[in-house]
């Protein structure tokens, strides 16, 4: 599977963006999909996570109530909604799947990548 992440830019402070991340090639509800981001000098983190169906998510604890991840079979789309964004949520967003039969928070365990889209948000 090929993915494209997109929906990225410049913010300010409490606005809200969405990123989506475009699946082309194989069986897209076959995959669980996840969402990471790398801050500028900083290692790359887990975001969100669904599983194949869409039934069941995790955030990370700095974006719970203010994210959610949701996915579109139907579109080969998934998606991170993002809301009272912060400062700290710059960074370069990336969105990966995996053949799992479950969502995962481990970076390793996705092997398909998206090229990474770049949020800015200024305070």
């Known amino acids: 599977v090929q993915l494209q992440a997109s929906g990225g830019g410049t913010a300010q402070a409490g606005d809200s963006l969405t990123l989506s991340c475009a699946a082309s090639g194989r069986s897209f509800s076959n995959y669980v999909v996840g969402w990471f981001r790398q801050a500028p000098g900083k290692e790359r983190e887990f975001v969100a996570t669904?599983?194949?169906?869409?039934?069941?998510?995790f955030h990370v604890d700095s974006v719970k109530g203010r994210f959610t991840i949701s996915r579109d079979n139907a579109k080969n789309t998934a998606y991170l909604q993002m809301n009272m964004l912060r400062p700290q949520d710059t960074a370069v967003y990336y969105c990966?799947?995996?053949?799992?039969?479950?969502?995962?928070?481990?970076?390793?365990?996705?092997?398909?990548w998206g090229q990474g889209t770049l949020v800015t948000v200024s305070s």
């Open positions: 990966a799947a995996a053949r799992l039969t479950h969502w995962s928070r481990v970076e390793r365990a996705y092997d398909y």
């Open positions: 669904i599983n194949r169906n869409g039934d069941s998510t």
